[in-house]
């Protein structure tokens, strides 16, 4: 078994700030990639950003300048720091990860998702 519990999503007006966590736990032999998606209602859900196992990232256009996403690969956790939010960032926002069960043995997973909510 493999979760991933994310937390940090709340309440903010706009310009505030949001720090995210997500931690995976369970049989895991190592993790690879690890990422945030969002999905707002009626929307699809979109790549917000994503860290390899060797810190190389990609961030949507959307969200460049405005969030980091780092990791601690000792704790298997990701973290998401998003500044300068805006309404339009609103959604839910998902826990992405390639986890490793044994050496061959790869799987993808997802986090339960945690809202975050920007005011005007």
């Known amino acids: 078994q493999v979760q991933l519990v994310e937390s940090g999503g709340g309440l903010v007006q706009a310009g505030g700030s949001l720090r995210l966590s997500c931690t995976a736990s369970g049989s895991i032999f190592s993790v690879d990639a690890m990422g945030w998606y969002r999905q707002a209602p009626g929307k699809r859900r979109e790549l917000v950003a994503a860290?390899?196992?060797?810190?190389?990232?990609n961030y949507a256009d959307s969200v460049k300048g405005r969030f980091t996403i780092s990791r601690d690969n000792a704790k298997n956790t990701v973290y998401l720091q998003m500044n300068s939010l805006k309404p339009e960032d609103t959604a839910v926002y998902y826990c992405?990860?390639?986890?490793?069960?044994?050496?061959?043995?790869?799987?993808?997973?997802w986090g339960q998702g945690t809202q975050v909510t920007v005011s005007s």
């Open positions: 860290i390899t196992g060797g810190h190389n990232t």
């Open positions: 992405n990860a390639d986890i490793y069960r044994t050496t061959w043995w790869r799987d993808n997973y």
